[in-house]
């Protein structure tokens, strides 16, 4: 393929923006649509040493060894985490750092963790594969008992969409088959209380009868972390403000924890955003600025990718590294392209399709 040097950054944004004067093809583009992090969620730096050396002390390459799919590596992760660790809600066992090398160390002779460690330790397990995951506080904000949990998202690219993963209880929840975000879970539960939502535990994602531990209403208050980094930059302290989805419901009511309001109201640590879309940005996501100008195609490519390595691009049956913008010939009978972001763990995001047809 005729791979020609890519054209300036200035003419490549003109050409993104503008149309051909006298059009000879059709451009049709699919793929998920690309939302920036405009909130900067930070995220975990795969080029720390702490993530190599993670792997290899616990072993953790023979928990995916022959698991196939984005989403399966996943879930054997998480539910090899639920099984690492016992559960000690009351009286966790005393650990120098709030870190997850010292969490998983302490379960290895024994120890007992209540949720917001099993959250730390899925931020960094799932990250070491290169899987971008992020923390969140939940809670039924109910002023009698203000019941909280601490469980993690995590971007599923073979999905295209944030996961809401549980590794205390080795659950994620799931409608219609498919697996929810906390803000949908959060959607299903102010709806109808979540009659819709099923358990879907373990890497098989069983149904199992009840009673459950966890409680679905749990879902009814959401806050994300913004130090998504909290393993990459240890020993840095891993206090964090936290990103409050101020909607019509978060304005009308008080979020309760512990029988009073939670305490970052008090203590100024709630950020609230009301923009939904803020929380739903898509790491590993392509977007492409196509322009045709006589028989080539100018590309220019963008993405918000954590980690980021390269694009790939593929037309043939391998996908190959390309640069940020290319010009390629249009063969008389059109042209069909894909493109992808790959991280530096290997992690690719979803594909997007560009095809060029002659218009007759």
């Not at 899925?122 to 809670?139: F, I, K, M, P």
């Amino acid at each position: 393929m005729d791979l020609r040097p890519a054209v300036p950054l200035l003419a490549a944004l003109a050409l993104a923006a503008g149309e051909d004067p006298a059009p000879r093809y059709r451009v049709v583009q699919e793929g998920p649509q690309l939302r920036i992090n405009e909130l900067r969620f930070a995220c975990e730096d795969l080029r720390s040493p702490r993530f190599a050396e993670l792997r290899s002390r616990f072993k953790l390459d023979d928990v995916v060894r022959g698991v196939d799919g984005e989403f399966a590596r996943i879930l054997a992760l998480r539910q090899w985490i639920h099984a690492r660790i016992r559960i000690e809600d009351d009286n966790p066992t005393a650990i120098a750092h709030q870190d997850a090398w010292d969490i998983l160390v302490a379960a290895e002779a024994g120890g007992g963790f209540h949720c917001a460690h099993f959250r730390l330790v899925q931020q960094a397990v799932l990250s070491a594969y290169g899987h971008v995951t992020r923390s969140l506080g939940v809670g039924d904000g109910r002023q009698e008992r203000g019941r909280h949990h601490g469980v993690n998202e995590v971007w599923v690219g073979e999905l295209g969409k944030w996961v809401l993963s549980d590794a205390k209880y080795d659950l994620h929840y799931e409608k219609d088959g498919v697996p929810l975000s906390a803000i949908e879970m959060r959607a299903e539960i102010l709806a109808d209380g979540g009659a819709k939502v099923e358990r879907a535990y373990g890497p098989r994602r069983e149904r199992r009868p009840g009673p459950h531990a966890e409680v679905l209403e749990t879902y009814r208050w959401l806050s994300w972390e913004f130090n998504g980094d909290a393993f990459s930059a240890f020993p840095a302290h891993v206090s964090s403000a936290l990103a409050l989805y101020e909607d019509d419901y978060a304005k009308a009511n008080i979020w309760y924890r512990d029988g009073k309001p939670h305490w970052a109201y008090d203590a100024r640590f709630f950020v609230t955003v009301p923009h939904r879309g803020w929380f739903e940005w898509t790491p590993n996501v392509v977007s492409c600025g196509v322009r045709c100008a006589g028989d080539r195609v100018h590309i220019r490519l963008g993405s918000c990718a954590p980690n980021f390595r390269s694009y790939a691009m593929r037309s043939e049956p391998d996908w190959q590294p390309c640069a940020e913008t290319i010009e390629l010939p249009i063969p008389a009978t059109g042209l069909r392209l894909e493109f992808r972001v790959e991280n530096l763990a290997g992690v690719a995001g979803p594909a997007h399709r560009v095809a060029i047809m002659p218009l007759p």
